[in-house]
């Protein structure tokens, strides 16, 4: 197979090229490289079944849709990700999300390819009443523009499935921690504490309650969803775990060997569309066989041990 | 008070402007007369309190912006309500809805506006397997590029709501009925009947099961809506009735005094993304007082009524 990934330079998007290749499958990555990083493709560049383009999802839908050419499947993994800034910059979201998505779709159709697998996020539930989260629970309301842009992705996939004969893949994440992390709260928290090994400040009152999944078990699940034929296949990655933010930040500070002070800015949330309680059930995916391999605190030391061996990350602006 | 009304010159919004006037409101008009008819505007044109300014909400925003300026609530029905050629034109619906609405949030930011109302639609619930479909039913999947637009518009809605303290009105219709309306079935049966009297082509197998409303009765409950303080309200409009389209087409001949013969395209859908059956349960908006006064016949047949006295409107090009 030929598969066309998006945002294939960043930390997703690389570990998935990784791990199509390994299967031996040829793989043509696209990356605008505004936050991808050519390091997260030290593995898979020099593989003879690798291209990487570059190219601007939003700018250029010409060379996106020429860059797609003989492609059977596309990830669609490149996104504003920057789920905290959404109310400072409030076209970045539609652009960069939900128009660069219609794009994608719009690529494939012009070469006649019919399937896809994108990343949305459990941020499309918004502030959720049932918990755990299911797939098809209470309709939703948006807190984020962030969300709100995944959910209008969503819905341009699964019209197209409806009105192109597409197929759609959906994975709906929890906050994914591993190898190549380089945004988020153990990003923010490591580079506090790089800082100031003393002091760690906390967005909200640390209570919020969240879940995360460890990008290696990530990419099991993407890859146990897409062999089964689906029209529309929405699937929530999770784990049957939660924590609340502090445990993670006692996780992080024991790795490294830390006691700081700890500060809360307080409040339920930690900015604008933060949800206090992120926990999503995923028996759909469950009952294909697959499971996470490593708990949520296995995943967080990886990821610490990760940001310490690779201190260039944190010059990068990716944050 | 001053509202903002986009669409002005629509089925909807003219008659919206009309009743904001009777109630002694100021109404700023706002459309690009693509389908809008001066000739809907005959109440409120002439009234001191209404203004109309012809502008693009899509290629001006810098206009829209100017044009709200002084407004004190939105109400933004400006849509291209085509639900029926999405894939004929797969980037309509995501310009003429999706980044429209964007544009009008931004104006209204710009313009410290903190209220809108919204013409959502049923169509967002894509083919729920509830029936009456509640506001909070199972999260649902989109099935048509006019859907998956108007449900990415209630997103950015509530997300604005969320991140810049908006109160946001959303209204999920059904088929509105009435004076001035001018696309949907009523209509595409009325120009075939005055075609070829003898004669009606129905798409689909005549058995979806479809819910109408009048536009008195909608104009009714989005007016006792917006009276209501609010963050994010999202209501149902609809009534307690369904009928298929074939009960619709009978009372359109026997209104008309014809007998045609029937010949159905077949199929359980119209055309792609239609849904075989819409009807939705608005308790929640009957539990602040509202109910429609007029049934479905009784609408259908003022439609026809008026159709038949505005001939000229089945010589513009909007349906």
Known sequence: MHYFVTGAAGFIGSNLCDRLLQLGHRVT?????????????????????FTLIRGDLYEDRAALTAAMAGADFVFHLA?????????????????????????????????????????????????????PTPEDGPFPVQTSLYGASKLASEGLLQAYAEGFGCQAYIFRFVSILGERYSHGHVFDFYRQLLDHPDHLHILGNGKQRKSYLYVQDCMDAILTAVAQPAKVAIYNLGTDEYCEVINSATWICERLGLSP???????????????????????????????????IRAAVERTVDYLSANQWLLEQRIG
Chains 1, 2 share one sequence.
């Open 29 to 49: 990555g696209f990356d605008n490289m505004s936050t991808g990083q050519h390091r997260f493709l030290e593995v898979s560049a020099p593989q003879p079944g």
């Open 79 to 131: 996104a504003n990700a920057d789920v905290r800034f959404g109310t400072s910059h409030p076209r970045r979201d539609l652009e960069q999300n939900t128009i660069v998505t219609w794009n994608v779709l719009e690529a494939m159709r012009a070469n006649g390819i019919k399937s896809i697998g994108f990343s949305s996020t459990g941020s499309v539930y918004g502030e959720p009443n049932v918990h």
């Open 261 to 295: 002070r700890i500060t809360y800015a307080g409040g339920e949330r930690g900015w604008i569309g933060d949800s206090p309680f992120i926990f999503l059930d995923w028996s759909r995916i469950r009952s294909l066989g697959w499971a996470p391999k490593l708990t």
